[in-house]
């Protein structure tokens, strides 16, 4: 029991005037972000997941963009799938499976960069040398339904236009509407998203060159500082010391 253990070691004359000591129990897998030993560590990671999620949502847009854009490309294939009797149904499963295959090699690519990378976001993150994502793989468990989601995200909006196209609007090569309102919106966000990690990058930038090279214009190397209360006897008593300027 630790508070038992506390209670036996805790020095008498500190319990006869009323102070007590805690010993908080800290899993070893958590204390690189226990606030006393790594001040502002989940602020940070905080920070690292926000700008990821920003990112892939940036990713997202791009295929929106990108699978609306090459929709007049493969209009004869849409057409004849859907003369040969294609359902909407059947559409609208293959260009969500085109998107979360799509998304599952992405992965694979951001899973074989991360490890290289991974030093980068230690040093970001101020905590030392981080674990790689393949020393955990129950974290499998929890990324593949994520990436399904993303995956079923970015194709169900594209697949649902798409598969609304009749075959004879694209065999008469009729002019078809692919959301132009939603793909001008989409790449509105994307370049505000862009330009405000931007702008945040660069603020963090200049903020860590002044903080790091600016001249305090103060002798840090001479001075002692003490915590604690500082009574005027003890401030006369340092005074009379030899070398001490002030």
Avoid at 171 to 194: C, E, P
Avoid at 201 to 211: D, E, K, M, P
Wanted: proline share 7%.
């Amino acid at each position: 029991d630790i508070e038992a253990i506390t209670r036996r070691y805790l020095p008498p004359f500190l319990a006869s005037i009323g102070l007590s000591y805690a010993m908080l129990p800290v899993r070893i897998d958590a204390i690189q972000l226990w606030e006393p030993l790594a001040p502002g560590a989940q602020a940070r990671l905080a920070l690292a997941g926000v700008i990821g999620a920003l990112i892939l949502l940036i990713a997202v847009a791009n295929y929106i963009n990108l699978v609306l854009a090459g929709v007049p490309r493969r209009a004869r294939e849409i057409a004849l799938r859907k003369v040969s009797g294609a359902g909407r149904r059947h559409i609208i499963l293959q260009f969500v499976g085109e998107a979360v295959l799509c998304v599952l090699l992405a992965a694979v690519l951001a899973f074989g960069l991360s490890e290289p990378l991974l030093p980068f976001v230690s040093r970001f993150l101020s905590e030392g040398e981080a674990p790689g994502f393949w020393s955990h793989p129950a974290q499998l468990g929890l990324v593949l339904p994520c990436l399904l989601l993303v995956g079923i995200v970015a194709g169900a909006y594209p697949a649902a236009v798409i598969s609304a196209i009749r075959p004879g609007t694209i065999l008469r090569r009729a002019r078809l509407s692919q959301g132009t309102l939603l793909r001008n919106i989409l790449v509105g966000g994307q370049f505000a998203v862009l330009i405000a990690l931007f702008i945040g990058a660069s603020v963090i930038y200049l903020q860590n060159v002044f903080a790091s090279r600016h001249d305090l214009r103060v002798a840090a190397e001479r001075m002692l500082v003490i915590p604690g209360k500082c009574p005027t006897a003890f401030r006369q008593e340092a005074a009379r010391l030899p070398g001490v300027e002030g």
